[in-house]
């Protein structure tokens, strides 16, 4: 079996919950270093960046239409259009200027993709989401103006060793929502992230090994 098969097979086993959908981040590996785990049948695949992303995928999802396609990284305004035509998920939506581009592309496109609102979960100046107190606004201008399919949210939770705490604090606003899909949980604490109702991790160095 091959390596990287084999760290995606262990992965699973340690989930051992087939509801669990397993975002393998390929973000930066060609597609010669992920292509085992296409071949294996692996449908997700998270990337970070459009342009990476319509260079390596773009024709790969024509030949193979069951691949999803999640944007996990921060997306700028300009590539709105660009990410509505490529990703069948979208993690990161943050604000309404961004999620009214993205209404407008789906129009346009004629195409309904399913998106995770991105919370600022730890209130970090220097990092994107929305925050906690303009949750609920925004989200019901997305689903009820701009009529986005928002299935959950998504935070990155601070990297200081509380993220049991953050994890409960998304969990219960997913809650509050009545929202059915959770998007947290990488390589380092995906195990954590579950235990609070995850439904979609991220998981990229333990699947692919380290980035250069």
């Known amino acids: 079996m091959n390596p ?50 319509q260079s390596k995928w773009a024709d790969i999802k024509i030949k193979q239409p069951s691949i999803k396609l999640h944007m996990i990284g921060k997306l700028q305004s300009n590539k709105a259009k660009e990410a509505v035509n490529l990703f069948d998920y979208i993690h990161s939506v943050d604000n309404p200027k961004l999620a009214s581009l993205l209404a407008k592309y789906e129009n346009s496109l004629r195409k309904k993709i399913n998106y995770f609102i991105q919370v600022n979960i730890g209130n970090e100046t220097q990092k994107s989401g929305i925050a906690i107190k303009s949750l609920d606004e925004f989200y019901y201008y997305c689903t009820r103006e701009l009529k986005l399919n928002i299935i959950g949210l998504m935070a990155i939770p601070p990297n200081d060793e509380k993220q049991n705490f953050y994890f409960k604090n998304l969990m219960e606003l997913n809650k509050l929502l009545n929202l059915k899909e959770l998007s947290m949980g990488m390589s380092s604490d995906f195990q954590e992230a579950i235990k609070y109702e995850s439904t979609f991790v991220r998981i990229g160095s333990s699947i692919f090994g380290s980035r250069t």
């Open 4 to 53: 990287i098969v084999q760290k995606f097979e262990k992965i699973k086993s340690l989930i051992n919950n087939n509801n669990i959908k397993i975002v393998a981040v390929s973000k930066t590996f060609p597609y010669e270093h992920i292509k085992p785990l296409i071949e294996y049948g692996h449908v997700h695949f998270g990337e970070n960046k459009v342009q990476e992303a």
